[in-house]
């Protein structure tokens, strides 16, 4: 199976916001690998359908194919490879959106675990992984280890070049945790370093998936210092952004609910319930595919 040309079909239905195509094709693809005993392909494959499921907020998916996976990996003795890890890590962040925190970290424990083993601690992909693990503890309500993995995220990030994009992912953690702490002012400009960050990369920053996370960062902590109507432009920026790249997910129905907190604050109550009856229905419309 040629493995490049599947990725460059895939990225061409992203890329179309070909959203409907895209899991006929995994499907498909899968299929493929697995009648051909073409297990490298395979494993990207999976990988793939982790992350897919995991932006559609189509857990239940996203962890049977992660046990495949992960279980056939085993069986090949690639668990103490890079591949392995990489795997654990993308299968964390899916327990983790789920909010199967315990199930997150005892993955991202084991990725660790390998990485240590294998890569240079200045390795860029630690950053990744610090991140990730980051947001798990900041879910978790334990900030400071949050605040330790971030900064070991950033140590890394700083001393790469055209990591723009990272950069501000991280800029976003971090503002989380200020916001966590009180510190909605130092979280807001941090967040708008963010924002400029995913803005000066194009269309590269466009497409990153935590660029509509900045944009909702930078609105709550304008409703936290009462700019309304800022707030409101930044929460509707993120939506948008949101529906272009992965549809009308869970994270979708959270920022409408944002948006009609902010639009009853500014007395539009008509706009309130428009945004409340959205989230409604893309929530139903999520229950129906687990």
Do not use: W
């Amino acid at each position: 199976m040629n493995v490049e040309k599947f990725l460059e079909t895939l990225d061409s239905y992203f890329a179309a916001q070909q959203i409907d195509k895209v899991e006929p094709y995994l499907t498909a693809s899968l299929e493929q690998a697995k009648a051909e005993e073409d297990y490298g392909a395979y494993i990207t494959i999976c990988n793939e359908m982790i992350g897919f499921y995991r932006s559609i907020s189509a857990f239940e998916k996203a962890y049977i194919v992660s046990e495949d996976v992960l279980l056939l990996m085993e069986e090949l003795q690639l668990d103490h490879t890079e591949h392995f890890a990489t795997t654990l890590l993308n299968s964390a962040t899916a327990y983790r959106a789920a909010g199967d925190y315990a199930a997150a970290l005892r993955f991202y424990r084991q990725a660790v675990q390998i990485y240590d083993a294998l890569l240079d601690p200045k390795d860029y992909r630690f950053a990744g992984l610090y991140n990730n693990m980051s947001i798990l503890f900041e879910k978790m309500d334990d900030n400071e280890s949050a605040i330790d993995y971030a900064d070991k995220a950033l140590s890394i990030i700083r001393t790469l070049e055209g990591s723009e994009a990272e950069t501000a992912t991280t800029m976003t953690n971090l503002a989380l945790l200020y916001f966590k702490t009180e510190q909605p002012e130092k979280a807001k400009e941090l967040l708008e370093q963010a924002v400029a960050l995913f803005e000066s990369t194009g269309k590269d920053g466009d497409t990153n998936e935590h660029y509509s996370g900045a944009l909702a960062g930078v609105a709550e902590a304008c409703y936290r210092m009462q700019d309304y109507d800022k707030a409101l432009s930044y929460y509707e920026k993120a939506l948008e952004k949101v529906k272009k790249h992965y549809g009308e997910n869970a994270g979708y129905a959270v920022l409408c609910e944002n948006c009609a907190a902010v639009c009853g604050k500014l007395g539009d109550l008509e706009q309130k319930q428009q945004y409340l009856r959205k989230a409604e229905e893309v929530r139903k419309r999520i229950g129906s595919r687990q």
